[in-house]
C-alpha cells in the first residue's frame, strides 16, 4: 500500500504540472467565479449540463498548487455525472477536507479524490482544496461569484439536500 502522503504529493505535482480541463469555455451554460482571499487563489469555473449531466468542464485561473490540482481533479470527477452526482461529491469532499467525513470508515464516492484527506490537518489549506467544489456548488445553483470568506462561507453553507 501507498505510503498516503507521498501518494498526495505526487498527485498534486502531476496535476500542477498538466492540469486536466485547464482554460475557458466558449459554450458554457454555467460559471462562477471563486476567491480564497486568505491565500490568493481566485480561479473561474465553467461547464456545460446537457440534460441535467455535465458534458464539459474547464477552469482557468491563478492558484496555489492545492487548489489547482483539487479543480483538476474536480473536473475529471465530475465530468458526465448529473447534478445530484455532482452536489454529492460536492458536500463528501468538502466534509472530508474539514474532517467531518473519515473516508477510511464511512461510505463515499469520492475514489482518488481521498488523496486530499490529509489537507484536515492543514488548516490553512482545507479552503484552498475546498474552492474549486464551492464554485462548482456556485456554477451549479447560478450564483455567479463565490468567496470562502463572504457570508457564504463554504465550511458552514448548507449545500444541496441529495
Ligand atoms: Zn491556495
Not at 2 to 10: H, R, S
Not at 137 to 155: F, I, K, V, Y
Request: proline content about 4%; aromatic content about 4%.
Amino acid at each position: 500500500m501507498a505510503d498516503p502522503k507521498a501518494l498526495y504529493q505526487e498527485v498534486i505535482l502531476d496535476h500542477n504540472r498538466k492540469p486536466r480541463n485547464y482554460g475557458a469555455l466558449a459554450d458554457a451554460n454555467h460559471k462562477a467565479e471563486g476567491h480564497n482571499p486568505l491565500c490568493g487563489d481566485h480561479i473561474t469555473l465553467a461547464l456545460r449540463l446537457d440534460d441535467d449531466r455535465v458534458g464539459v468542464i474547464a477552469f482557468e485561473g491563478e492558484s496555489c498548487a492545492i487548489c489547482k490540482a483539487s479543480a483538476s481533479m474536480l473536473t475529471t470527477n465530475v465530468k458526465g455525472k448529473t447534478r445530484d452526482e455532482a452536489e454529492v461529491l460536492i458536500r463528501e469532499f468538502r466534509d472530508m477536507a474539514t474532517g467531518q467525513l473519515d473516508t477510511a470508515t464511512a461510505a463515499h464516492h469520492l475514489g482518488r479524490l481521498t488523496v486530499f484527506s490529509g489537507v484536515r490537518d492543514l488548516p490553512t489549506r482545507v479552503k484552498c482544496a475546498i474552492l474549486p467544489w464551492h464554485t462548482l456548488h456556485a456554477a451549479l445553483n447560478s450564483a455567479g461569484e463565490t468567496s470562502t470568506e463572504s457570508d457564504q462561507d463554504p465550511m458552514h453553507a448548507p449545500i444541496g439536500d441529495a
